[in-house]
């Protein structure tokens, strides 16, 4: 079934480290090798042998509209053939700012950038900048991107890889880092009480997304907002993966403003983006306005943002996002209902078009919990929904995306495989 797919992973492993370009994507998580992908449309994606699988990774969460929507090829061709990169500004740099802010109106000023990691990056350099503090706090499992300081207990694939903590950081970088676990107040207290003057910014995931699907608990957010207010410190909410997968985001959604966000994928519409602002008067100590440098050559780059405006322009279109949500919803329960018949000792958590599923009885609510969950029956159980042709992510700590492309058909599918699976892997 998948014989070419072996075979090219024999060759990218002679050039590319590990054969790939971003850790997971090895399957080292799941055992066996890696598919190569070799298109995409709606929700289905074909591999390099001709497997046709329903998508439930959607390019780890940005591809909302699924594969090769046709108002984003559209748009993303005609920025290609209008010149695909000018290192100066455009006017749908201005767009995709106005888009972003009718979304998060939190964000009065902001900085594009061309990934994730660089604008959580940003968003800490500028609360350094604008506190003339040097800690940050941030949560175990957490993940927000590839920064030394920001890879401690970080989720994704430093969890996968059993690495929570990665080599070539030196320890003297990370000592700014407090790491504490998710949703725990009270440690949170005890940090603020020991080095509350010193902290410049406390940056999370909201709705937590990289060490599976974990949700802030009743009071969460709250105590974390009064706290950073109380101590002067910045509250910066990395809402790359969850943007635009929860109405309003997770701050509209559970009523919380931070002074600076981080959003990418969604904005990008697949192609390389990342976005961080928030309040003025913090975004005016980044250059050219404040001393806090920060650039980038392809930065708000029109493809980008033409796939992302088109992207944007068309979840805000009535009902999209209702349907979208519907759907998710529809699986889930099927879910949860096959998992009842057959007994299985798994759990569910989702908001808005994200799901997860854990190989766990009770839904974890913290980084030490998600990795007690069976991760060799998750192995069994996506090799299991891979041979029926569905497409989850290969690892036990990742979130799985739903696309408006996602039909009911491609539910009722995957809810028999899924019954399916949990029988092979059980
Ligand atoms: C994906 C992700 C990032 C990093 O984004 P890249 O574009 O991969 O650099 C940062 N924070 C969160 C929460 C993410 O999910």
């Not at 054969?19 to 994507?25: E, I, K, L």
């Amino acid at each position: 079934m998948f014989s070419h797919s072996k075979e090219l992973f024999e060759q990218a492993q002679a050039l590319l480290v590990g054969g790939v370009n971003s850790p997971v994507r090895a399957f080292r998580g799941v055992g066996g090798t890696p598919v190569f992908m070799a298109k995409g449309r709606g929700s289905k994606i074909e591999d390099e042998d001709g497997n046709v699988f329903i998508d439930y990774v959607l390019s780890w969460g940005p591809l909302i509209l699924g594969h090769a929507h046709p108002a984003v090829v559209d748009a993303a061709v005609g920025a290609v053939k209008d010149g695909s990169s000018f290192g100066a500004p455009t006017v749908k740099e201005i767009e995709m700012a106005r888009r972003v802010q009718s979304f998060y109106p939190s964000l009065e000023k902001m900085r594009l950038t061309s990934s994730g990691t660089e604008a959580c990056m940003g968003a800490v350099r500028a609360a350094r900048g604008y506190t003339g503090r040097d800690k940050i706090i941030k949560f175990e499992g957490c993940y927000h991107g590839g920064a030394d300081y920001l890879l401690v207990k970080a989720g994704s694939g430093a969890t996968t890889l059993g690495q929570p903590d990665s080599a070539g950081v030196p320890a003297s970088f990370a000592e700014h880092t407090i790491v504490i676990p998710y949703n725990d107040i009270h440690a949170l207290e005890h940090a603020f009480a020991e080095q509350g003057p010193r902290i410049a910014a406390l940056i999370l995931e909201p709705v937590a997304g990289n060490m599976g699907l974990i949700l802030p608990e009743p009071g969460f957010l709250d105590a974390v907002r009064n706290l950073t207010t109380h101590y002067n410190a910045l509250l910066i909410f990395d809402e790359v993966l969850v943007g635009f997968r929860i109405r309003g985001g997770a701050q509209g959604h559970f009523d919380i403003k931070p002074d600076l966000t981080c959003l990418g994928k969604v904005i990008g519409g697949g192609f390389p983006v990342g976005c961080y602002g928030g309040r003025a008067e913090v975004m005016a100590k980044v250059a050219p306005e404040g001393p806090v440098y920060q650039a980038g050559t392809l930065s708000g780059n029109p493809v980008a943002m033409a796939a992302g405006l088109a992207t944007l322009e068309e979840l805000q279109k009535p009902g999209v996002v209702d349907d979208l949500e519907a759907r998710t919803a529809a699986l889930v329960s099927g879910l949860k209902e096959a998992a009842k018949k057959e007994e299985a000792p798994v759990s569910f958590s989702s908001i808005g078009s994200m799901f997860c599923i854990f190989f766990r009885d009770r839904q974890p609510v913290n980084y030490t919990e998600a990795m007690q969950g069976d991760a060799q029956r998750y192995g069994r159980f996506f090799h299991a929904m891979l041979k029926r042709g569905i497409y989850l992510a290969p690892s036990a700590y990742e979130t799985a995306f739903l696309s408006t492309a996602h039909s009911y058909e491609d539910i009722d599918k995957t809810v028999a495989a899924f019954r399916e699976a949990l029988k092979e892997s059980g």
